[in-house]
């Protein structure tokens, strides 16, 4: 078993709108080894995104982290001051975000924006950390570094902005990696190619990846282990093939069943009834009642907690109270 | 089919969320805003104060009264008395009836006129897009003050009587205002023109003029409303300005802008605060009133800016 | 990008030219003219001199006689003060410039490091008071917050000149007199800052804070690059780019002469004579001013189009 790299307990992140306050992460527990590929997947606004960030503390404005830890390397990230905390950003935690249009300054060239994090963290000289960006470039398969790092964002292509992103988030030896839907703004042979590249850049380097996303084709491609997440909680978590294999909460069910399968033919694709509930005011009840097949009186009245069902699947589901069914 | 029935049952527990129309929306954000509403309250009190109070006044405006003359601020004359003998007070509140209505009927003017004309503009695009965007590129060109300077100029040429003065001073200040406006109208309308809504109206069969009265330039309303209201600002403040000068409204009718001409006299100017600091004050506060209350109109509207 | 400056330029030379025909033919509608506000001549005489100053010719006419004559440098005559326009102009205008100048270097430094520093620390006490400051600033009208400097610094504290570019009645020369008008400018200065320096704050203040909110700068953050880099490195050179058009936008203001803040300060700049020209009806002098205004409006605009596209890399290089 790998060493553990990377521990979140009860991590609690809300925000503070004009409606009400927002639990986007409520009471949020996982763990990342060492080597290991760990997905979050759930549905637009369930709180992942927001789970990353609030690791990096990169939340936006009206948002704060309002307990738990987070324990990487030994350390309690939530406890350290700001300096250790950027210490920590780019350098031994790196992270690629969702749109790789807008997340590259647009006024400064590739060059200029790679060599930033190599400077800092590295502290190589200007001229070493182009060496080392150029090398970077062309390890990621784009041809033409020279060129590359003398042109400006908006000349290279989605896909090729993507891979400077990563090559960017690579350029410190990271231990992990946090990529927030790396693939979701692209085309899908480009989607193909960036999964290709981070799987190679795990096996080669041994880095851990926390990878966000709603695409469950994306997590079993990439998954070592899975954390299903619904309105700010975790509802399942398990190994890739158990889970796909033997899903156990009802959301899970749903999920896996409502994604078409090449080959087969059916007359109406499968959906999970009813909408996200609002998150401003949810009530003491299971947040997936509403749409539950198997839904229970019990799960209207309280809520489920995590428990072990069988070889490191978790489940929060009234179903498995004590853990059977 | 497995997924029928609990889709059937869930609807009636499905809660339906309405979410309040614009105008409810903006005016609880506009409530939020403490600045904004005592800048309202304050303007109301401005309007109160200039068109109702002088009926509160002991003083009749244009009686001279040579012995009171010149006398500082007192229990009578709670703003002192001014070269004529008048009360200074009821001249700033009569004044203000002057420099509000000028503001108003010159933002109403250049709302209409530059409306109308960046609606068509936008709207017809070609030649007339062209001839009625090169007028107003000309005459933005022209800074503000020299182009109210040659207006008045040519109106004084006109030896426009008195009486209508007023009117030539609020076409002046709308002369210069339209353009920016019909700018502003203009690109709303070339982008709202692309909206699905539009291509509905246009499917519909609706007439031009439908199209643009009751479609596109009611969308602009928002973004008029707040240019308008910043508008109102401007003209106060030129009008003031050109009053000034001697080249706005003049004496014997009082405004607050040549109200301040006493300050010219340099006796008056030293010894005689009360003559010239009162209505500058009052259009430094109505002014600062007015872009408060804009500016919080533009927030409640665009709740995204955030600024 | 060359292709576009051309376009732009040849633009800009038509526009220059309807300008022109347009505000000579808004003064050819003028009744009067110098001539005619002098009521000592009599009406014979008055013709003849409208027929020695051309006056009596049609407007498309007069027109022509004009451009030709200004593209050789000659803007007319000025009636009252009998001498050439351009000679007349330049005696004052470089008055109105030095004002104009120190204020914009003062206003743009000033609004640059407030309104960024605000939008940082949006919705602390200094953004507070800066947002208190700038609507103020903005809502004065110029000639009372003149006065009241006027009475305060010059009257009653009697710290600062009340008027005038040189103290009265003097003849200092080289550094002494250097000193002196600069004495006499400090008032002009502050108060000409003080007009736009609020529109401008709150510009970088929404720039900034635009800017601040991208994808790009959070990028920046999460590579762990210090917030001091990031603020002043990454966000305000998106957020000065627009800027430098606005740059090409003040040009007009050099010349133009604060009208109203000269008549105050009896300072002699070319406000002072347009306000003259109005009033004494030397059209020639206002005419030709407000076309000079009108062309580095235009000339500006184009600067500001042609140097934006020159310094975003993201036009320059299409």
Known sequence: ???????????????????????????????????????????????????????????????????????????????LNKKDVRRLRGNEIGMIFQEPMTSLNPVFTIGEQMIEPIQEHLLLSKKDAYKKAMELITMLGIPNAEKIVNLYPHELSGGMLQRIMIAIALSCNPKLIIADEPTTALDVTIQAQILDLLREIKKEFNTSILLITHDLGVVAEMADYVVVMYAGKVVEEGPVLELFKNPQHPYTKGLLKAKPVIGERKERLYTIAGQVPNLVELQEACYFADRCEHAMDICRIKQPVLNEISKGQKAACWLYEDGEK | METHSPIVKKQKTMVVVKSP?????????????????????????????????????????????????????????????????????????????????????????????????????????????????????????????????????????WKVPAEYRLYIIMIMLSFVGWPGLARLVRGQILSLKEQPFMQATEVLGLSDRRKILHHLIPNTVPLLLVVATLNVAGSILSESALSFLGLGVVPPTPSWGNMMDAANNFMDFR?????????????????VSINLLGDGLRDALDPKMRR | MKQYVLQRFLQMIIILFGTSFIIFFLFAMLPGDYIDSNINLTPQRAHELKALYGLDQPVLHRYFTWLGNALHGDFGYSLKHQEKVLSLLNKYVWNSFFVAIFALLLTWSIALVTGVISAIKQYSWFDGLVTFFVFAAMSFPSFFISLLFIKWFGVDLKILPIGGMIDTGSNSTGIAHLLEVGKHMILPVIILTLLSIGSLTRYFRTGMLEVIRQDYIRTARAKGLKERVVIFKHALKNAILPAITLLAFELPGLFSGAIIMEQIFNWPGVGRIQLESVSFRDYPVLMAFTMFLSCLTIIGNFLADVTYAAVDPRIRLK
């Open chain 1, 1 to 79: 078993m790998n060493e553990m790299l990377l521990q979140v307990n009860h991590l609690q992140t809300n925000f503070y709108t004009e409606n009400g306050v927002v639990k986007a992460v409520n009471d949020v527990s996982f763990a990342i080894r060492e080597g290991e590929t760990v997905c979050i997947v759930g549905e637009s606004g369930c709180g992942k995104s927001i789970t990353a960030l609030s690791l990096m503390q990169l939340i936006p404005e009206n948002g704060k982290v309002e307990g738990g830890e987070i324990t990487f390397a030994g350390k309690n990230l939530l406890k």
């Open chain 2, 21 to 157: 129309s614009l105008w409810k929306q903006t005016y609880r954000r506009l409530k939020k805003n403490k600045l904004a509403i005592i800048s309202l309250f304050f303007l109301l009190f401005m309007f109160l104060l200039s068109f109702i109070g002088p009926h509160f006044s002991p003083y009749i405006l244009d009686r001279t009264n040579v012995a009171d003359m010149n006398q500082p601020p007192s229990a009578a004359h709670w703003l002192g008395t001014d070269n004529y003998g008048r009360d200074v007070l009821t001249r700033l509140m009569m004044a203000g009836q002057i420099s509000l209505t000028i503001g108003i009927a010159a933002m109403f003017l250049s709302v209409i006129i530059g409306s109308l004309l960046g609606a068509i503009s936008g709207f017809y695009r070609g030649a007339v897009d062209m001839i009625i965007m090169r007028i107003a590129d000309i005459l933005m060109s022209i800074p503000g003050l020299p182009l109210l300077l040659i207006l008045a100029a040519i109106l004084s040429e």
């Open chain 2, 271 to 287: 010894k005689r605060p009360w003559l010239w600091i009162p209505p500058g004050t009052a259009i430094f506060l109505t002014v």
